[in-house]
């Protein structure tokens, strides 16, 4: 049927003619349509994501950062995703703060501090003991390994694996120490002139036989009184000092190790004789090790104690001496300067114009000839390998071995803990911790040795924390940094213009610091971040 | 047919020749003897001098045309979209109520006229969703402008219909987009279903 074209059309109620609607309804000829359109309007306006606004920052002497905004009140209902880059200097890093919002204001407090780096302290001097170790940093004493005795100096009994201060709390307060010296059981030291040991009762020279894991004062009311004393060493039990130019002992006299003459144990000094070889020289170094002791005086060696193994050095080698008698000078030393001597538990040895020179023991190569040979007088130590055209400036024997250092690097012999034991001196290790360091003092004890090359690196036995390096790993061939972070001989420092907080690092005024700050909602972000600047408002 | 029994008024002069069928009439009545004399009976009837007459008139029948049409509406439960701050993810609807207030059933198409003064790139980001039963298209406001959604069953008579119109923005959407406009309204178009080819329900182009 055709259709008229006349529709009555439903918009609004007003009648339209339509011949055909658009959007393809199939029509044939003319139909009744009808439109309508809804009234209102449906509206969409995007969001316009503004510029942070009000943005402040500043920073306190403690290095603490204070950084705050107004809270964008666009579209409160989506939390704005916030990205902040830090620049420090030249350093740019993206942070995540933790944001706070409080009185229309956004914000976040920043620790701008950063760990202290460490380095050594000047060490002045490092002492290898049975089981434990002493080092000297900055005047203070700090000693790590057993503390059965109270060897460690800290007041108590427990072993140590780094570096711990020796007490100053009581007569080494306000002291500044220039000597230590590891023995068996007990460490003495020299500090403002005078002698103190701690450890094990008998030989701390107080007078007394009591143990104590602090410092106690030598006696000065015998033959130290009024005397300045200047270098000490502790061997088995008992120990030597110098004061002003001779040698005094105090503790255990087997052998007649306390050099008097005597062989009846002191617990006061004694004065070590000078009615023989010594008489009319000033001594100006002491060493003390297992059985015996040696003087330093007028570029000559004198050793007193057991001579069983030739380590008095006299040639007899067949008795004990328990008074000074001189170390050969016709053989090996003739025409040289002795200016260091040390003595090992059988053996002593000597830097003499450079060159290193051993007598007594030396059954485990301790004497570094290149033989296992007992020798009753001085021998070279051989120059033919590692120590060739090399200039020895420091030596110390150990029970079984030998250290030296020459031309600023460390060589040893004998049975050192270090290697396969050799007869002639060996390089120490130094593709480690001691790669680039330049050696200046070694020490040898019975398992363990250390060395003091800017850092302190020791190695061998390790059961009583004897390295320092917070381990009981036992290192026989790479030496390890002793206390090398934050204990003792190390101290925190800073970069230029940064400001020392304890073990911090705080950006001082002139360090520039500053922040930019930008943020997004749902992806958008404003035209422009915020920069700002930092200010200081330390003091 | 009524009849009514009343002397013929004289017939019109020009009428009395009209026509061939006039002169046979007379001699026919004259013939059956019918006192009765008329000029003319309405219908075409000619009739020369009085005749009684009558007329019958059948009554109640009319002619009258269908309608279409159809209203469109928010929901009274609803309210047109108003987004004032729209980001990225956002999105939000309104239903519209469709009403056939006409009286024939109705095929229909659902287009988007937008509105004056919009911008172009936000229009073309926008998404706008049109739900009507099974029936759905979404596409942006700028593509809403090349075609209509055709809704395929019939609406019938005196029925109603719930559209949902819902618009989104991408997450997507470029921070270029910031700031700007976008409107449209809804427009539909009704048909009658009766003597139209059912359509094919989607998306028609223009």
Same mark, same amino acid.
Not at chain 1, 265 to 280: D, H, K, R
Not at chain 1, 362 to 379: C, E, H, I, K, N
Not at chain 2, 119 to 136: H, M, Y
């Given at each position: 049927?055709?259709?008229?074209?006349?529709?009555?059309?439903?918009?609004?109620?007003?009648?339209?003619?339509?011949?055909?609607?658009?959007?393809?309804?199939?029509?044939?000829?003319?139909?009744?349509?009808?439109?309508?359109?809804?009234?209102?309007?449906?509206?969409?306006?995007?969001?316009?994501?503004?510029?942070?606004?009000?943005?402040?920052?500043?920073?306190?002497?403690?290095?603490?950062?204070?950084?705050?905004?107004?809270?964008?009140?666009?579209?409160?209902?989506?939390?704005?995703?916030?990205?902040?880059?830090? !620049?420090?200097?030249?350093?740019?890093?993206?942070? *995540?703060?933790?944001? !706070?919002?409080?009185?229309?204001?956004?914000?976040?407090?920043?620790?701008?501090?950063?760990?202290?780096?460490?380095?050594?302290? *000047?060490?002045?001097?490092?002492?290898?003991?049975?089981?434990?170790?002493?080092?000297?940093? *900055?005047?203070?004493?700090?000693?790590?390994?057993?503390?059965?005795?109270?060897?460690?100096?800290?007041?108590?009994?427990?072993?140590?694996?780094?570096?711990?201060?020796?007490?100053?709390?009581?007569?080494?307060?306000?002291?500044?120490?220039?000597?230590?010296?590891?023995?068996?059981?007990?460490?003495?030291?020299?500090?403002?002139?005078?002698?103190?040991?701690?450890?094990?009762?008998?030989?701390?020279?107080? +007078?007394?036989?009591?143990?104590?894991?602090?410092?106690?004062?030598?006696?000065?009311?015998?033959?130290?009184?009024?005397?300045?004393?200047?270098?000490?060493?502790?061997?088995?039990?008992?120990?030597?000092?110098?004061?002003?130019?001779?040698?005094?002992?105090?503790?255990?006299?087997?052998?007649?190790?306390?050099?008097?003459?005597?062989?009846?144990?002191?617990?006061?000094?004694?004065?070590?004789?000078?009615?023989?070889?010594?008489?009319?020289?000033?001594?100006?170094?002491?060493?003390?090790?297992?059985?015996?002791?040696?003087?330093?005086?007028?570029?000559?060696?004198?050793?007193?104690?057991?001579?069983?193994?030739?380590?008095?050095?006299?040639?007899?080698?067949?008795?004990?001496?328990?008074?000074?008698?001189?170390?050969?000078?016709?053989?090996?030393?003739?025409?040289?300067?002795?200016?260091?001597?040390?003595?090992?538990? +059988?053996?002593?040895?000597?830097?003499?114009?450079?060159?290193?020179?051993?007598?007594?023991?030396?059954?485990?190569?301790?004497?570094?000839?290149?033989?296992?040979?007992?020798?009753?007088?001085?021998?070279?130590?051989?120059?033919?390998?590692?120590?060739?055209?090399?200039?020895?400036?420091?030596?110390?024997?150990?029970?079984?071995?030998?250290?030296?250092?020459?031309?600023?690097?460390?060589?040893?012999?004998?049975?050192?803990?270090?290697?396969?034991?050799?007869?002639?001196?060996?390089?120490?290790? !130094? !593709?480690?911790?001691?790669?680039?360091?330049?050696?200046?003092?070694?020490?040898? +004890?019975?398992?363990?040795?250390?060395?003091?090359?800017?850092?302190?690196?020791?190695?061998?036995?390790?059961?009583?924390?004897?390295?320092?390096?917070?381990?009981?790993?036992?290192?026989?061939?790479?030496?390890?940094?002793?206390?090398?972070?934050?204990?003792?001989?190390?101290?925190?420092?800073?970069?230029?213009?940064?400001?020392?907080?304890?073990?911090?690092?705080?950006?001082?005024?002139?360090?520039?610091?500053?922040?930019?700050?930008?943020?997004?909602?749902?992806?958008?972000?404003?035209?422009?971040?915020?920069?700002?600047?930092?200010?200081?408002?330390?003091? | 047919? &009524?009849?009514?029994?009343?002397?013929?008024?004289?017939?019109?002069?020009?009428?009395?020749?009209?026509?061939?069928?006039?002169?046979?009439?007379?001699?026919?009545?004259?013939?059956?003897?019918?006192?009765?004399?008329?000029?003319?009976?309405? /219908?075409?009837?000619?009739?020369?001098?009085?005749?009684?007459?009558?007329?019958?008139?059948?009554?109640?029948?009319?002619?009258?045309?269908?309608?279409?049409?159809?209203?469109?509406?928010?929901?009274?439960? &609803?309210?047109?979209?108003?987004?004032?701050?729209?980001?990225? /993810?956002?999105?939000?609807?309104?239903?519209?109520?469709?009403?056939?207030?006409? &009286?024939?059933?109705?095929?229909?198409?659902?287009?988007?006229?937008?509105?004056?003064?919009?911008?172009?790139?936000?229009?073309?980001?926008?998404?706008?969703?049109?739900?009507?039963?099974?029936?759905?298209?979404?596409?942006?406001?700028?593509?809403?402008?090349? /075609?209509?959604?055709?809704?395929?069953?019939?609406?019938?008579?005196?029925?109603?219909?719930?559209?949902?119109?819902?618009?989104?923005?991408?997450?997507?959407?470029?921070?270029?987009?910031?700031?700007?406009?976008?409107?449209?309204?809804?427009?539909?178009?009704?048909?009658?279903?009766?003597?139209?080819?059912?359509?094919?329900?989607?998306?028609?182009?223009?």
């Amino acid at each position: 049927m055709p259709h008229i074209g006349l529709g009555l059309l439903g918009v609004t109620g007003a009648a339209t003619l339509l011949l055909a609607l658009s959007g393809g309804l199939p029509t044939t000829g003319a139909s009744f349509t009808a439109q309508a359109v809804v009234g209102a309007a449906q509206e969409a306006h995007a969001a316009e994501v503004g510029a942070l606004g009000d943005p402040s920052a500043s920073r306190t002497a403690a290095g603490v950062a204070t950084v705050g905004w107004d809270t964008p009140t666009q579209r409160n209902d989506v939390a704005p995703a916030y990205t902040v880059r830090r !620049t420090v200097e030249a350093a740019t890093a993206e942070i *995540d703060p933790t944001l !706070t919002t409080s009185d229309g204001r956004t914000g976040f407090t920043d620790d701008l501090t950063r760990a202290a780096d460490f380095r050594y302290r *000047d060490v002045t001097r490092v002492s290898a003991g049975a089981f434990n170790v002493c080092a000297i940093a *900055d005047g203070a004493a700090y000693c790590w390994g057993r503390n059965v005795y109270g060897q460690i100096g800290d007041g108590t009994t427990t072993s140590r694996k780094v570096p711990t201060p020796v007490s100053t709390s009581g007569v080494l307060a306000g002291k500044t120490v220039t000597d230590i010296s590891v023995g068996l059981a007990q460490t003495c030291a020299v500090a403002d002139g005078r002698a103190y040991c701690w450890g094990w009762g008998g030989g701390l020279g107080d +007078g007394g036989t009591t143990t104590s894991s602090v410092p106690v004062a030598v006696s000065t009311d015998g033959v130290l009184a009024g005397k300045t004393v200047t270098d000490i060493s502790t061997g088995y039990n008992f120990t030597c000092a110098v004061a002003d130019g001779r040698a005094y002992c105090w503790g255990d006299n087997g052998n007649g190790k306390l050099g008097n003459g005597g062989s009846t144990a002191s617990y006061v000094p004694v004065a070590v004789s000078t009615s023989g070889a010594l008489a009319g020289k000033t001594v100006t170094a002491v060493a003390a090790g297992g059985g015996i002791a040696c003087a330093l005086a007028a570029g000559r060696a004198y050793c007193w104690g057991y001579d069983g193994d030739g380590a008095v050095g006299d040639g007899e080698g067949v008795s004990t001496s328990s008074v000074p008698v001189a170390v050969r000078t016709d053989g090996a030393l003739a025409g040289t300067t002795v200016t260091r001597v040390t003595a090992g538990n +059988g053996h002593a040895c000597a830097v003499a114009s450079g060159q290193a020179y051993c007598w007594g023991r030396g059954a485990r190569g301790q004497l570094g000839d290149g033989t296992s040979t007992d020798q009753y007088v001085p021998v070279a130590v051989s120059t033919d390998d590692a120590l060739a055209g090399r200039t020895v400036t420091d030596i110390d024997g150990g029970d079984l071995g030998t250290c030296a250092v020459a031309s600023g690097a460390a060589y040893c012999w004998g049975s050192v803990e270090l290697s396969a034991r050799s007869s002639v001196p060996v390089a120490l290790d !130094t !593709t480690g911790v001691l790669h680039g360091t330049t050696a200046t003092a070694i020490s040898l +004890g019975p398992g363990s040795g250390c060395v003091s090359a800017g850092v302190v690196a020791c190695w061998g036995d390790n059961g009583e924390g004897q390295l320092g390096d917070g381990s009981s790993v036992r290192r026989s061939y790479e030496p390890v940094l002793a206390g090398d972070e934050g204990h003792g001989l190390t101290e925190p420092f800073c970069e230029p213009d940064w400001l020392l907080d304890a073990t911090r690092c705080a950006p001082g005024p002139d360090v520039s610091v500053s922040y930019r700050i930008d943020y997004a909602k749902r992806g958008w972000s404003p035209p422009a971040a915020v920069e700002l600047s930092a200010d200081w408002s330390g003091s | 047919m &009524s009849v009514t029994d009343q002397p013929a008024p004289p017939a019109p002069a020009g009428a009395r020749h009209a026509h061939g069928l006039t002169r046979r009439r007379k001699i026919v009545v004259a013939g059956v003897g019918v006192a009765a004399a008329a000029a003319l009976v309405a /219908g075409g009837i000619a009739v020369t001098g009085a005749y009684f007459t009558s007329q019958a008139t059948v009554s109640g029948q009319s002619v009258g045309t269908a309608t279409v049409a159809i209203t469109a509406g928010t929901a009274t439960s &609803s309210a047109p979209i108003s987004a004032a701050s729209l980001l990225p /993810g956002d999105s939000e609807s309104t239903t519209i109520d469709l009403a056939n207030t006409g &009286s024939e059933d109705v095929y229909y198409t659902i287009r988007l006229p937008k509105t004056a003064g919009g911008d172009t790139a936000l229009e073309s980001a926008i998404q706008v969703e049109v739900a009507v039963g099974a029936a759905s298209e979404t596409r942006s406001l700028t593509a809403w402008q090349a /075609g209509a959604l055709q809704i395929g069953p019939a609406l019938a008579a005196a029925g109603g219909q719930t559209m949902t119109v819902t618009i989104s923005l991408p997450t997507t959407a470029d921070n270029t987009l910031q700031g700007l406009d976008a409107g449209f309204t809804a427009q539909i178009d009704a048909i009658q279903a009766r003597n139209t080819t059912a359509p094919t329900a989607g998306w028609v182009a223009d």
